[in-house]
């Protein structure tokens, strides 16, 4: 079934419980190669949530302002996208290129994500996809503009978000989770992978 929320689509259950599984396992091997980090803001403030990334780019964010690198803060290349990341792009994004990033974010039980917009990609015709995996998470999304009315929806473990179109620039952040709301994470925490077109 999927839902429409400020021009977004969510898919929810898009993932069964066997693919989200097998998911979390591509993530770790992601995540052994490419260790989560804990970004800066330009403005010297440590962010809540843990990131990595797979594909051609990761996203990083620091003193020197945050962008699209070829390489993990180590300096090690990023590894491959997870193939059952690529294969619900291929499904739901509609469009023909293939993603050059993969961010994974991890969040604990009290990380949230400010809203904000999604602008550091060169063609805003793309979309992004979203995919969540682990505990509830609030979503917020807004308009283009910073302070605008807002539309919140429940994001659960196997849903996929679609935002292309009007909503590509729309504010947007993760308010809160409901912790222990799903078993797929044995420590319990939320992973959201978010795939893009960089360039
Ligand atoms: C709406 N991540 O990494 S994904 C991000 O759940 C980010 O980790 C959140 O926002 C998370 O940038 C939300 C859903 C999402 C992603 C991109 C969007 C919603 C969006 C771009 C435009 C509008
Ligand atoms: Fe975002």
Redesign the pocket.
């Known amino acids: 079934m999927s839902v429409d929320v400020g021009g977004?689509t969510v898919h929810q259950g898009l993932l069964e419980p066997s693919q989200q599984e097998a998911l979390v396992e591509q993530v770790r091997r992601v995540a052994q190669a490419a260790p989560l980090f804990r970004p800066e803001t330009a403005r010297g403030r440590k962010m809540s949530?843990r990131m990595t990334s797979a594909g051609r780019y990761g996203w990083i964010s620091d003193r020197a302002g945050y962008r699209y690198e070829r390489r993990h803060p180590e300096g090690l290349e990023w590894p491959p996208i997870p193939a059952i990341a690529m294969d619900v792009w291929r499904n739901v994004s509609g469009v023909a290129r293939d993603p050059e990033s993969c961010?994974i974010?991890f969040y604990d039980a009290d990380a949230k994500?400010g809203m904000?917009?999604?602008r550091d990609e060169a063609n805003f015709e793309m979309p992004?996809v979203?995919i969540?995996l682990g505990d509830e998470?609030l979503?917020r999304?807004g308009g283009p503009g910073r302070g605008g009315k807002t539309q919140s929806i429940w994001?659960r473990s196997g849903d996929v978000?679609v935002?292309g179109g009007a909503?590509?620039?729309?504010y947007?952040?993760?308010d809160r989770l409901r912790p222990g709301s799903s078993r797929l994470l044995p420590n319990g925490g939320r992973i959201?992978l978010?795939l893009r077109v960089v360039d």
């Open positions: 977004i949530v961010l974010n994500m904000h917009q999604d992004v979203s969540s998470a979503f999304v994001l978000a935002m909503a590509r620039l729309n947007h952040g993760i959201n978010t």
